[in-house]
């Protein structure tokens, strides 16, 4: 009786563990030729948090110094505000002169990237991005934050 026990678990792994580290086998051959890597598959996106929104951002390979991250910024807010800076982390920094922002208006800004930031075609660009802007007549620093991830082209 004991036999036949140990003879049917044997019998189990053999036909069932075959099986099993064929698909691990095969599991492994697709993460090896990235199947499994979402980044790749980035068509972008860009959020930011009250009072700004994002309509459209886009990133351009580095060719010298035009390369950087292009962003539609549009006011939600009740007020005009002015912008000062917008930095991306894994990219660069704008800063403007500072640039008012009526209400309901759209503001395209181009954040330059850093010389040890190139971007090249087909690379994705995944960063921070943290706003610091005014109320106009008021010299308190306010900020709004979010995320940038980009496809690079050319």
């Known amino acids: 009786m004991r036999e036949r026990k140990g003879q049917a678990a044997m019998e189990f ?30 068509t972008g996106n860009a959020v930011v948090n009250p009072p700004f929104y994002i309509t459209a951002a886009n990133a351009k390979a580095s ?3 035009d390369g950087g991250v292009q962003v539609a910024l549009k006011n939600n807010g009740g007020e005009e505000y002015e912008l000062y ?18 209400t309901d208006s759209t503001l395209t800004l181009t954040v330059d990237c850093d010389v040890g930031n190139h971007l090249d075609v087909g ?17 308190v620093d306010l900020t709004s934050t979010g995320t940038v991830a980009q496809k690079v082209v050319a």
């Open 13 to 42: 792994l053999m036909t069932y563990g075959w099986a099993i580290l064929a698909a691990v086998i095969a599991i492994g051959v697709l993460a090896y030729f990235g199947v499994f890597s979402p980044g790749k598959y980035i």
């Open 63 to 65: 060719h010298g110094a």
């Open 85 to 102: 800076t917008m930095v991306i982390s894994n990219c660069g920094t704008y800063t403007g002169a500072p640039d008012t922002i009526a």
């Open 123 to 139: 690379d994705n660009i995944k960063g921070d991005i943290t706003i610091t802007y005014r109320k106009p007549g008021v010299s």
